[in-house]
Every structure is written in structure tokens, then in C-alpha cells.
């Protein structure tokens, strides 16, 4: 019986800014349906990381794989199958909720984007707020636009 595909596979991650080794020979694999946290203290790579497996930087040595593609040579097919969201909601506040959603759906070029916003309204628990303007939200309401955004 073959193993399930990983959704990330990283092994032998490096990666150096001139003389400061960020990544030192970093191995993890997640699997797909699963929650995983990568943790370590202040300058230790996790930063590095993330934006090695979002296609963001390019690695020293090692390989990352995302849902089955490689960061380094297949770049367009990672970025199509992940989203990233920051550590602080990017949310609009002058603009609704569906009004922020239907801009992220329009920037990527979505067809339909007024349902996607609604159908997103809807899986987040937004429905009722979704015709205020996101700076009446609390700061987990924010969290779950920004959430669905991405």
C-alpha cells in the first residue's frame, strides 16, 4: 500500500543571510488534515520558513515540497494551491465585510465573486455582519474575515 501524499515535506532546509545561518538542515512533514505548529524562539527560522514553503524565498540547500510540488521549480503550482494569511488581519476597515471579500475575489480574477463573498460570509459565521463595516467588528470577527480572505 503506498503512504498518503504529505501535504508539506521539507528536508534538508538551509538557508543563509551572508554569515547568519537561519536554517540549518530543517526535516518536517505535515499531514494533509492535520494541524501543525511550528514553534521555536525569536531568530530561529520560522519566518524563513513559511516564506520558503509559500514560494516567497528561495532555499540555500534541501527541498520543500507543497501538495505535492516543489517550492523551487514549481512556484505557480504551489501559490495556486495554498494561501497565507500574516499574524495581523488584513482587513479594510472603510469597506464591509463582503466588500472585502469581493475585492480579494476580484483580484484573483474569481468568477462570481458577490456569491463567493456570501458563501464565505457563511462558512465563517459572518452572514449578519457582513453589510457592517469591518471596523464595527471585534477583533475575532476581524480575524475571520481576514481568515477567509485568504
Known sequence: MTPPQMAIQVHGLEKSYQNLHVLRGVT???APGSIFALLGSNGAGKTT???ILAT???PDAGTA???GFDVSTHSSNVRESISLTGQFAAVDD???GR???ILVARLRHLNNPGQIADDLLARFSLTDAGGRKV???SGGMRRRLDIAMT
Open 28 to 30: 518536517f512533514e505535515v
Open 49 to 51: 520558513a513559511v516564506k
Open 56 to 58: 516567497l524565498l528561495k
Open 65 to 67: 515540497r507543497v501538495n
Open 94 to 96: 472603510i469597506l464591509t
Open 99 to 101: 466588500e472585502n471579500l
Open 135 to 137: 471596523a464595527t467588528y
